[in-house]
């Protein structure tokens, strides 16, 4: 039998507020355990929540970036349940009307371009930690998250590979990042991911029983997640089991899924309004205002990168990885006014050299400026391929500016046709069995007198004019 993956995320995207979402305690990242839980946070008797107006910016900024319904009055809910790191009981959550419902984002997947819709993304407050390593026999509680302000983002189930789930979640961690409403920092839990995840036959309509995969916190971990459950899934059925809706962990040691608990439905939580915060109502004046703030997002930007500097849709969709990324490049492609080279360094030679000293784009020793000029000394001759890449190191180490490093180092294109001709007088009387096989057909002996001539002038002469003065000496 032929089957089918069906996934939907839930991703909880911690919102980028100094203060947390019902009281003034700190959000910061780091502190000791339980030095930033207050009394409201903790919901100590006789505290009110006071809803942070920034953490409701953040959910408007999302929804008008995805071309969501911003529903003008919602409401908060409490979502009860008993969980050792939940001491109020119940979390306050969005159910009947969040914020935002609806929107759709665009991914690309093996070239092609693929929308998934959203559901709805709704404000809520995270819970605590439960710290298991560092007791022996126990479990230690941390308040310090309690009551961050997070936006969970629902998607629909409408992506249907591992593949597709990873490129939707990278588009999600972009944008939140891009609009400045989360750090997005997956290793601190700013950005978190649930994968539901269920199979059925090849063409039939109704979804099987979904699996829930709990808090994945990289993207390497939710395709091995995925896949993994898949294959579970599909082995099961086919040995004449059947799949219990559940909550499950992922454990990247031995690259397992494993079942925590029985998944509960909404009914099992007893949702109803929270008596102790009015209903929020958005104004249009707000709205519009953050409309203007928002900046260029990152489909507009991918489709005036293809249009506007030639590049394909992969390149556009990698070069708006982030907003510095698409900013290193647009700098780089004006300052060259070659920008489909520009484009190839920055995700080639800079992308690897950026890699392996693992450092972000905006700490890279290469300015977009000196890439820039880089490019045009390839474009106007100066450089070959092969002297860039030289001189790149030269700025990689900080040796200098582009031109200064060319001199320095004498790395300037040999491109004199008359001190070319006298290497190549050299190389064709020193190979004449290299000669006789080319004139005799074989091609293979043409690249290897080239070769010999790249030799002689040290890497330095132009490949292209090597090429041309070469075959006119061949075939005289």
């Not at 009394?39 to 999302?62: H, Q, S, T, W, Y």
């Not at 106007?380 to 030269?394: I, P």
């Amino acid at each position: 039998m032929k089957w089918e993956t069906v996934i939907g995320l839930e991703v909880h995207t911690q919102l980028a507020t100094q203060s947390k979402i019902f009281s003034g305690s700190s959000t910061a990242f780091g502190a000791a355990p339980n030095t930033q839980a207050s009394a409201v946070d903790i919901a100590l008797p006789g505290v009110l929540p006071v809803l942070n107006r920034g953490a409701v910016e953040c959910a408007i900024k999302f929804g008008l970036a995805v071309g969501a319904t911003l529903n003008r009055v919602n409401v908060f809910d409490r979502k009860n349940y008993f969980y050792p790191d939940l001491p109020k009981g119940y979390q306050i959550s969005q159910l009947a009307k969040p914020i935002v419902e609806g929107g759709a984002l665009t991914i690309v997947v093996d070239g092609e371009e693929k929308t998934v819709h959203l559901t709805r993304a709704h404000m809520e407050e995270d819970a605590g930690k439960s710290l298991h390593e560092d007791f022996h026999g126990m479990t230690g509680i941390d308040l310090n998250r309690a009551g961050t302000p997070l936006l969970e983002i629902v998607s629909e189930p409408e992506m249907r590979s591992s593949a597709e789930a990873v490129a939707y979640a990278r588009a999600l961690h972009t944008l939140v990042t891009w609009i400045g409403i989360c750090d997005g920092n997956m290793q601190e839990g700013s950005f978190r991911v649930d994968a539901n995840v269920s199979v059925r036959p090849l063409g039939q309509a109704e979804f099987g029983t979904r699996r829930e995969i709990k808090n994945l916190n990289s993207f390497k971990f939710l395709q091995q997640a995925i896949d993994y459950e898949v294959r579970w899934q599909i082995e099961t059925l086919e040995d004449g089991g059947r799949i219990e809706q559940a909550t499950v962990l992922f454990d990247p040691d031995t690259g397992e899924t494993r079942m925590m608990r029985s998944k509960e439905d909404a009914h099992d939580y007893r949702y109803f309004p929270d008596p102790d915060l009015l209903p929020v109502k958005l104004d249009e004046a707000w709205i519009e205002t953050v409309r203007a703030g928002l900046p260029e997002l990152p489909t507009a930007m991918q489709a005036r990168f293809q249009r506007d500097y030639g590049v394909s849709v992969y390149d556009a969709a990698v070069l708006t990885g982030s907003r510095a990324l698409a900013a290193y490049f647009e700098a780089a492609a004006q300052k060259s006014g070659q920008p489909k080279l520009a484009a190839n360094w920055v995700m080639g030679e800079l992308s690897a050299a950026l890699n392996k000293a693992e450092l972000d784009i905006a700490r890279s020793p290469v300015s977009a400026a000196q890439l820039g000029t880089l490019i045009a000394r390839i474009q106007d001759g100066t450089l070959s391929g092969k002297l860039a890449k030289q001189v790149f190191e030269g700025l990689w180490e900080g040796a200098g500016e582009v031109d200064a490093i060319i001199e320095a180092r004498g790395l300037k294109q040999m491109s004199d046709s008359g001190e070319l001709e006298k290497i190549i007088d050299d190389v064709l009387a020193a190979n004449p069995k290299s000669v006789e096989e080319f004139r005799s057909g074989k091609d293979k002996a043409f690249n290897a007198l080239v070769g010999q001539v790249m030799k002689a002038s040290k890497g330095k002469a132009n490949p292209a004019q090597v090429n041309d003065l070469l075959k006119a000496k061949l075939q005289n």
